[in-house]
């Protein structure tokens, strides 16, 4: 999961391990605290089974034991950067038995690690000093659980029930410490258990025995009493404990473990987990924060022409194409490679405008939404939408009938709602005409949709919920004029009512078209109604000048550092409530390979169809003599388109002391899509490895990043 947007270099981090008595405590932290953040992060404990099975090999072919898995799968899963780490206020517990429970101080003879009355806390919330939290404990946890032997083989139980009472304990404690003052955001506190057997009384001896021992009633104290949910992971592949495990979920009100029956699927529950923490604890908080952009795009058919608007353009050579690899293509303004791109803070929609005859042509392609780099590269390519009889080559010019497709309906199948679009292509001419520049009719369309979803995402059940003070901004490129099809003042009090509502309007200017006076001026005025005077408009001739200009709209924008969540390197496809493509972390070399390949995919795709529109551009650059282009208002024919390694053991049932067990297409021109689901969206995908990040705009970014350099990826320092 993405950490914090670093501004932050040369941050180092010291770290001690606690003696036996007290937990461990971060030394000079420096990275990513709370204290700048609109939000709180959520406090999160881990209680991980200190018990004899746990020192039984479960990795053969390593041979490594439970514990040794377990350690290695927590320590990738809560190290800096990762985002237990960043973006959660962390602690950590250990938890075996108590051989005399009405005995304060006991501790158990044959356990090599400090273990007392049951339980042990490694690393705790709050600063033991001054009661503050502690926030850069994650290299504390790692630490504690490298320093932390291996479990006997034998003489230690699962004492599960004691466990969750020390939570309960202490939650109270850090609420009663640093509560919660009215006005402000309630803290979430979340427990999770990773257990590999059968819970036991207090003496580790009966398995699921005595009743009142079972966990689940301190699970639904914690659920009723002080709103904490219990997470639960198993590390086995047991169904006893499985069983046991979903019973102890489902009374803390997260329905069912996730099971870690071998190694590899060890750190598939894991994964889950975070999926979990992050959709229901983290996301809901900082989706408030998160800027809203929406990207208006002229869909005229000059976009389709070249040389002056007097011949369809080939492939990577149009206005349509250059302005889709500004917007998607490595090293564009949601690019997804390495680093930190702008589309991981942001949620992106995408609405076109043209012609407001029927068909009318004004539509949102995709609503607001994380991690949309793709969806926009699939709605605005001219080969999706090029479908035959109408359409055999999509740079042949006329006629063409587009035959306009839902991703989410079809391949690629896209979870929120994306259309594909593309400018009408007719005949008699040579080159391409039918759509025009309506542009007050899109930024209409803009607004309407804008008050629509504002509407539905304030609301308790929103997937990505809004507020009023929510920033959206919007960013119209336009490669015309509008004269001829909407009128000054049609276009004046669209943009000024988004300005009066707090919507800032950005405009950019491209093509060649805007080496003329006439255009210059008429999107100079666009750009002050749009911003209450305030803003220039942004000419660009080609792709790197738009590039430039893209980054630019995004300067005034600034981000919680506690909100940068979403890695859409790790999952560049927005998803509702599981991972897309999903996972496969046992599979069969048992690394969890397979998994990654899939993320990978349709990158990979992407990817090559952009080097292989740039070696085609390469090899047939030309000079190009672009000038006023635009099509004739007047004409109003009717268009012609269409519309990890296998585990070993007996089962997590085994014995803990003695001998006693533990047991489609749419025709082009219609007029769907105006509306996308606002809800819509995902749970992106947590990354173990991002970098933090700080408190600040865009524009710092750039600076740090060098834009003179054409270095796109807004890089964290690790």
């Not at 108590?98 to 090599?112: F, Q, R, S």
């Not at 009318?360 to 035959?388: I, K, T």
Request: aromatic share 6%.
């Amino acid at each position: 999961m993405i950490g914090q947007l670093g501004l932050l270099t040369g941050v180092g981090l010291a770290f001690a391990v606690g003696g036996p008595g007290e937990p461990a405590q971060a030394e000079g932290q420096n990275c990513g605290e709370e204290s700048p953040c609109a939000v709180k992060k959520p406090a999160v404990l881990l209680m991980v089974d200190y018990s004899t099975s746990m020192s039984a090999i479960w990795d053969v072919e390593n041979q490594l034991t439970r514990w040794e898995v377990t350690v290695a799968a927590l320590q990738a899963a809560t190290q800096p950067g990762s985002f237990l780490g960043d973006n959660t206020q962390l602690a950590l517990m250990r938890f075996g038995h108590d051989p005399e429970p009405g005995v304060p101080g006991t501790t158990i003879d044959l356990d090599p690690s400090g273990l007392v009355d049951g339980h042990k806390l490694e690393v705790a919330w709050l600063d033991a000093n001054d009661d503050t939290w502690l926030d850069c404990s994650a290299e504390a946890v790692v630490e504690s659980l490298a320093a932390t032997p291996a479990p006997p083989e034998f003489g230690i139980g699962t004492w599960t029930k004691g466990a969750l009472d020390r939570a309960q304990a202490e939650v109270a404690a850090t609420r009663a410490l640093v509560p919660d003052l009215p006005g402000e955001q309630v803290r979430s506190y979340v427990a999770v258990v990773l257990t590999d057997g059968l819970w036991t009384g207090a003496d580790g001896t009966t398995a699921l025995a005595p009743a009142d021992q079972d966990p689940a009633i301190t699970a639904t104290a914690l659920l009723d009493e002080a709103d904490v949910p219990t997470y639960v992971i198993t590390i086995d592949g047991d169904a006893q404990v499985e069983e046991a495990a979903d019973a102890l979920a489902f009374a803390g009100g997260t329905g069912a473990a996730f099971h870690g029956g071998t190694p590899g699927l060890l750190d598939g529950a894991i994964y889950g987990l975070n999926q979990e923490l992050l959709h229901d604890h983290a996301l809901p908080g900082c989706s408030r924060q998160h800027p809203r952009v929406m990207v208006l795009l002229d869909a005229s058919s000059s976009t389709l022409n070249d040389f002056g608007g007097t011949v369809p353009g080939t492939m990577g050579e149009t206005a349509w194409d250059e302005i889709r690899a500004g917007l998607t293509a490595p090293d564009s303004l949601f690019d997804v490679d390495e680093g930190l791109a702008p589309q991981d803070m942001l949620h992106v929609g995408l609405t076109i405008f043209g012609h407001d005859d029927a068909p009318e042509e004004q539509r949102v392609l995709a609503s607001y939404g994380p991690c949309m780099r793709d969806n926009l590269a699939w709605a605005l390519d001219p080969e999706v939408s090029c479908v035959e009889p109408g359409c055999d080559d999509p740079w042949g010019g006329p006629t063409i009938a587009w035959t306009y497709q839902d991703g989410s309906a079809g391949p690629p199948g896209f979870d929120l709602q994306t259309n594909s679009h593309m400018p009408r292509c007719e005949g008699p001419a040579d080159f391409c005409w039918g759509s025009g520049t309506f542009t007050h009719r899109g930024l209409e369309t803009v607004r309407l949709h804008q008050i629509d979803y504002a509407a539905a995402s304030q609301t308790d059940d929103a997937l990505y919920p809004t507020a009023p003070d929510t920033p959206y901004i919007n960013i119209l490129i336009t490669d015309g004029m509008y004269s001829g099809y909407s009128s000054d003042a049609q276009v004046q009090s669209e943009l000024e009512a988004m300005f009066n509502a707090g919507i800032t309007t950005y405009v950019i200017g491209y093509g060649d078209l805007f080496g003329f006076p006439d255009a210059v001026a008429q999107v100079e005025q666009m750009a002050d109604w749009g911003s209450g005077g305030a803003n220039d408009a942004y000419l660009a001739q080609n792709q790197v000048e738009l590039e430039d200009a893209l980054y630019e709209t995004l300067g005034p924008l600034e981000f919680d550092p506690c909100c940068a969540l979403l890695d859409c390197s790790e999952n560049p496809e927005p998803t509702t409530e599981e991972p897309d493509p999903g996972p496969s972390f046992d599979d069969d070399d048992g690394d969890g390979s397979e998994f990654q390949d899939s993320l990978d995919d349709l990158d990979a795709d992407l990817d090559a169809e952009w080097e292989t529109e740039a070696e085609t551009e390469n090899e047939t650059e030309t000079e190009t003599t672009d000038g006023p282009g635009e099509e004739s208002p007047e004409d109003d024919s009717e268009s012609t388109e269409d519309e990890g390694s296998e585990s070993s053991g007996s089962g997590g049932a085994e014995d803990e002391i003695g001998d006693d067990t533990e047991g489609g297409g749419e025709e082009s021109g219609g007029s769907e899509g105006a509306d996308a689901d606002p809800e819509a969206g995902c749970d992106c995908e947590v990354d173990g490895a991002s970098g933090p990040r700080g408190w600040a705009g865009v524009a710092g970014l750039i600076l740090l990043v060098g834009l003179g350099g054409r270095r796109r990826r807004l890089s964290s320092t690790r």
